[in-house]
């Protein structure tokens, strides 16, 4: 990239850092240092509000990079991460937003927590929350270096290290100054930069085709190499038997991991009652729908006009695809338009890295406070230090991240994703689901359900291609490969479940019939709810 490309992005990237830290230093100032205030901002958030804010939260680097570069270089198969992404808002709409809102405080174990022992059950679903969200918060590091390394050229490993470190530091001034007021208007703001540059860019690459989007993807085939082939499914998935039960595991993960991350259920606690916190899931749907229709557009836009293989060899992984065809529509290289939309849009999916980074860091580091320090603290002590513990989790788990982020630099953010997608449908939807809806589910049954969801899905992925065995591992020198799927969905999810019920049945303690009843009216009418 030019020089002025770099001026003018970075200097987009400031100020949109500059706002949100101003946003961050004014509520940090106004603040009133309780649990409830730094958790989920008073529960003052409108529906409109905390829809946009859910947006915000879920349109991560995976969703504006990973996936548009996986169209681009796969075409159909590309397109499960957008289908599943947004059909699984109807699962949290229909099963999860109004009852989590009734049941909890601040985050998904309080839900379980009521009608069993709080300890062994804090400690499991905190355990599990802080794995799923360090998860999550690798992708978006990833997204960040490999965006600044195509700023800087595509060749600057130390620029692409430091970047993740600079987001890690970022998020951790965000959480720990602002807290949940903060972070839901870094998210608020980032949401609506995002739909206005995807906007744009959709009607751009639309015009390009004269609004034919049959030209569209005809050109897109033309250039992809892969003729026809690339319209079809199985050029990712399809080459074997393997391939497509990686496909039904990705799919499985996509549509139910989404009601049981730990970031999203927290945002369902920022508003006043059930109701809204349904209406804000209406406002999000809205928003994500329009949002992952125009990634498709994107993805293919950039197969066409820029090409698979350009897009492959500036990032193997494809994570560069919406910054290279954003150069291309604006005039090509070298171009005023082309600099100032290549500017643009790099620091649009900046701002969109930082704002996801910084909700998915409050709620693990909520998670860490409020179940596994609440968990072990002595009786008696005051509220306020939970706060404390909170901030101080806050930058073990940016340090952690920033490892993490480091080490898997060289694989596609919305694959990543995935991974952590699957973890969070095999240890935290059942015991969620088991909480709300089985009357018989006893504590046993709860631990069970997380452990055997969470151990099985991690140990999977490390026996995994992504780990190690093939070119594009994390490892790729050693090969201690047994299990033949990148994504555990498959085998996992139906293990967390299975779990749940074996603890349940062979569990000696008896299941409290008045706490379910009780969890029941609460969950449906919102009786005793905070």
């Given at each position: ?324 065809l954003a150069l291309d529509l604006g005039g090509g290289a070298g171009s005023t338009g082309g600099t100032v939309l290549f ?188």
């Amino acid at each position: 990239m030019t020089g002025t490309h770099q001026t003018l992005a970075l200097v987009l990237f400031s100020a949109f850092v500059a706002v949100t830290l101003g946003i961050t230093t004014w509520v940090g100032r106004n603040r009133h240092g309780s649990a409830e205030e730094f958790y989920a901002g008073g529960r003052l958030f409108s529906p409109m509000e905390n829809g946009f804010a859910i947006a915000g939260d879920y349109m991560s680097a995976a969703s504006f990079l990973g996936i548009s570069g996986l169209i681009a270089l796969f075409g159909y198969d590309g397109l499960l991460y957008s289908v599943g992404f947004l059909v699984a808002w109807l699962v949290v709409l229909f099963l999860v937003a109004e009852l989590v809102r009734n049941c909890g405080r601040f985050t998904m174990a309080d839900v379980v927590a009521s009608r069993m022992r709080e300890r062994p059950v804090r400690i499991a679903a905190g355990t599990s929350s802080v794995t799923v969200s360090v998860l999550y918060l690798v992708a978006q590091m990833v997204g960040a270096g490999s965006l600044v390394a195509l700023l800087l050229g595509g060749k600057s490993g130390a620029a692409q290290a430091w970047t993740v470190v600079g987001v890690g530091a970022l998020m951790v001034i965000y959480v720990s100054l602002g807290g949940m007021r903060a972070t839901t208007w870094i998210q608020i703001v980032k949401a609506v930069l995002l739909m206005g540059g995807t906007i744009a860019l959709t009607a751009l690459v639309l015009t390009r085709f004269h609004g034919d989007f049959n030209q569209l993807l005809r050109t897109a085939a033309a250039r992809s190499g892969h003729g026809s082939d690339f319209l079809v499914p199985g050029l990712k998935y399809g080459g074997s038997w393997t391939a497509r039960l990686d496909f039904i595991s990705l799919g499985l993960a996509l549509v139910l991991g989404t009601a049981g991350l730990p970031h999203i259920l927290s945002r369902f606690y920022t508003v006043p009652t059930a109701r809204a916190a349904r209406r804000s899931v209406i406002w999000s749907i809205g928003l994500i729908g329009s949002f992952y229709l125009m990634t498709i557009v994107l993805g293919f836009g950039a197969a066409a006009i820029v090409g698979s293989g350009a897009v492959r060899s500036s990032n193997a992984a494809g994570n560069t695809a919406v910054p290279l065809l954003a150069l291309d529509l604006g005039g090509g290289a070298g171009s005023t338009g082309g600099t100032v939309l290549f500017a643009i849009v790099a620091a649009v999916a900046f701002a969109t890295i930082l704002a996801v980074v910084a909700g998915i860091t409050l709620a693990s580091s909520a998670s860490v406070a409020h179940d596994l320090y609440a968990s072990l603290r002595r009786p008696g002590a005051k509220q306020h230090s939970e706060v404390a513990v909170a901030r101080v989790a806050a930058a073990g788990i940016g340090v952690l991240a920033i490892g993490l982020g480091l080490l898997a630099r060289d694989l596609n953010v919305a694959f990543l994703v995935g991974l952590a997608f699957a973890v969070a449908a095999s240890a935290n939807l059942p015991v969620l689901l088991y909480s709300l809806f089985w009357r018989n589910f006893t504590t046993r049954g709860a631990v069970w359900s997380v452990y055997g969801g969470l151990v099985p899905a991690l140990a999977l992925v490390v026996l995994s291609p992504v780990v190690s065995g093939s070119p594009t591992s994390l490892f790729p020198g050693v090969d201690f490969q047994f299990f033949p799927l990148e994504n555990p969905g498959l085998v996992s999810i139906p293990l967390g479940f299975l779990a749940g019920w074996l603890g349940t049945v062979t569990s000696a303690e008896p299941p409290d019939e008045a706490k379910y009843a009780e969890t029941e009216v609460r969950a449906l009418t919102g009786a005793g709810a905070v």
